[in-house]
């Protein structure tokens, strides 16, 4: 079993950065993704950005390409999300997960934090 643990969410101006974390309890596969996701109110959850355990490949959502920015800590079983130049937009519930077999599919992930809100305001 793996736990997942996000933190860092808040409120911040357009324009500004945040760093969510997210730390793991154990380990999955080293295949297997790692990634972040949204919620926003009234909408269905939606990728953002993933990575695997191992290699260093990254994807990200075409709205967060070269705004956001995935990466690990192996050591410390940690992975991170470096969001830049935040619009109103991107305004959700964020969360982690781990176990995916699918980087950008929801379903395909067997964990997930209790997610951590950020609020980008105008």
């Known amino acids: 079993q793996v736990q997942l643990v996000e933190s860092g969410g808040g409120l911040v101006q357009a324009g500004g950065s945040l760093r969510l974390s997210c730390a793991a309890s154990g380990r999955t596969g080293s295949s297997d993704a790692m990634g972040w996701f949204r919620q926003a109110p009234g909408k269905e959850r939606e990728f953002v950005a993933a990575m695997r355990w191992s290699g260093s490949s990254t994807y990200y959502a075409a709205s967060v390409k070269g705004r956001f920015t995935i990466s690990r800590d192996n050591a410390k079983n940690t992975l991170y999300l470096q969001m830049n130049s935040l619009k109103p937009e991107d305004t959700a519930v964020y969360y982690c997960?781990?176990?995916?077999?699918?980087?950008?599919?929801?379903?395909?992930?067997?964990?997930w934090g209790q997610g951590t809100q950020v609020t980008v305001s105008s």
């Open positions: 997960a781990a176990g995916g077999r699918t980087i950008g599919v929801p379903g395909s992930y067997d964990y």
